[in-house]
T-cell receptor
Framework: DVKVTQSSRYLVKRTGEKVFLECVQD?????MFWYRQDPGLGLRLIYF???????EKGDIPEGYSVSREKKERFSLILESASTNQTSMYLC?????????????FGPGTRLTVT | DQQVKQNSPSLSVQEGRISILNCDYT??????FLWYKKYPAEGPTFLIS?????DKNEDGRFTVFLNKSAKHLSLHIVPSQPGDSAVYFC???????????????FGQGTILTVHP
């Protein structure tokens, strides 16, 4: 059974803090993605990675960075959290070997920045 | 620039009736389309997909229709069940270019409520 896990389900941080969101997949997938979900805006891609140490900006990368040191782990970093980064963060993974574009999602992290 | 749009934020139907969720796209390079379902406090799960070389794909109660000339796709659920109540996202990808790495562009989502 495929599995994508995220380090926290709920997180509360203060403005200006550095925040780390961790994502781990156990499917040996090449591609990993970070999205944020906001009401009325759907899922918006922040960053993605298609290989270890490789990363590409998504549609809304400002204020975020990522790290992929190992194939199974993809981290999202908020360098200095701001209130407009309060959101649901979703991690996903996919493989070149499987159905085109089918991504497997983690349960999400609800981040609140106060 | 919203390349994938779901113009109906919500839809309410009676159990046993048909649910039709709609999605429009603007990027003519998209060649693969997917529908995801999301329950509260869970990540989205893949539901059904369709390639641009087809106009229909069916899987049990779920059918996706693609109208390329209109850049429109729809998801039909027949018959609808209360357990189908969730947020439905359509998504699209451009795979022909070979460098998309499976990247998806999502719509805003439609909240489906199926009443018993």
């Amino acid at each position: 059974d495929v599995k994508v896990t995220q380090s926290s389900r709920y997180l509360v941080k203060r403005t200006g803090e550095k925040v780390f969101l961790e994502c781990v997949q156990d499917m040996d997938h090449e591609n990993m993605f970070w999205y944020r979900q906001d009401p009325g805006l759907g899922l918006r891609l922040i960053y993605f990675s298609y290989d270890v140490k490789m990363k590409e900006k998504g549609d809304i990368p400002e204020g975020y960075s990522v790290s992929r040191e190992k194939k199974e782990r993809f981290s999202l970093i908020l360098e200095s959290a701001s209130t407009n980064q309060t959101s649901m963060y979703l991690c996903a993974s996919s493989t070149h070997r499987g159905p085109l574009g089918e991504q497997y999602f983690g349960p999400g992290t609800r981040l609140t920045v106060t | 620039d919203q390349q994938v749009k779901q113009n109906s934020p919500s839809l309410s139907v009676q159990e046993g009736r048909i649910s039709i969720l709609n999605c429009d796209y603007t990027n003519s390079m998209f060649d693969y389309f997917l529908w995801y379902k999301k329950y509260p406090a869970e990540g989205p799960t893949f539901l059904i997909s369709i390639s641009s070389i087809k106009d229909k794909n069916e899987d049990g109660r779920f059918t996706v229709f693609l109208n390329k000339s209109a850049k429109h796709l729809s998801l039909h659920i027949v018959p609808s069940q209360p357990g189908d109540s969730a947020v439905y996202f359509c998504a699209a990808s451009d795979n022909a270019g070979g460098t998309s790495y499976g990247k998806l562009t999502f719509g805003q989502g439609t909240i489906l409520t199926v009443h018993p």
